[in-house]
């Protein structure tokens, strides 16, 4: 699929299920910022010289965007070989994302949330000890096929009322 690259692999005796981004998409966000940032630049300094507010706005503006989202997605492109996460499916599974690890029984609920209301989404996991993990997903996988992993290999092994919640707001 387009948005991520899923690789199993053995770990310990068990399937590990890597969820890695996709080499297209890590290209085109960190060209395309490249991109933009430097057509913001050029728009700047233009501005600049003949002493436009908005232009210079407008440059300082759209570089800082361009900047943004370049920083942010290169934490996820330069991540461990580019492997957002790992799931070992199972009664006993686990998900891993970094120092992260969270147990299949500890989930609470499990959503995919936007931080702060735009652009990134993160994987949003509350625990039964009333903690919130936050596993960034740095848009580099599809939200569709990750939450066809959740609800093939996670939700199984979580308390049924999640089941229900999780199933009835993915599948409208």
């Known amino acids: 699929m387009w948005g991520e690259r899923i690789h199993l692999t ?6 590990a299920i890597e969820v890695k981004a996709s ?4 290209g085109s966000v960190f060209f395309s910022s490249i991109f933009i940032f430097t057509i ?6 233009e501005n600049f010289q003949s002493d436009s507010s908005i232009g210079i706005a407008a440059g300082l503006i759209g570089m800082g965007a361009a900047l ?3 920083v942010h997605s290169a934490a996820g492109i330069f991540k461990n070989k580019s492997v957002i996460f790992k799931i070992i499916p199972g009664p006993e ?5 970094g120092k992260k690890t969270i147990s299949f029984r500890d989930i609470k609920r499990i959503v995919i949330k936007q931080r702060w209301h ?5 994987l949003v996991i509350y625990t039964h000890q009333n903690k919130v993990v936050r596993m960034r997903t740095y848009n580099l996988i599809d939200i569709s096929r ?5 609800r093939v290999n996670i939700l199984p092994y979580t308390v049924s009322e999640h089941q229900e919640v999780f199933k009835r707001k993915n599948e409208s």
């Open 118 to 122: 735009i652009f990134f989404d993160d």
């Open 68 to 70: 943004y989202v370049l």
């Open 10 to 15: 053995n770990s310990n005796s068990k399937t």
């Open 23 to 26: 080499p297209g998409i890590m």
């Open 40 to 45: 913001c630049l050029l728009v700047f300094l």
């Open 146 to 150: 990750l939450n066809d992993l959740i």
């Open 93 to 97: 599974g686990i998900i891993q994302s």
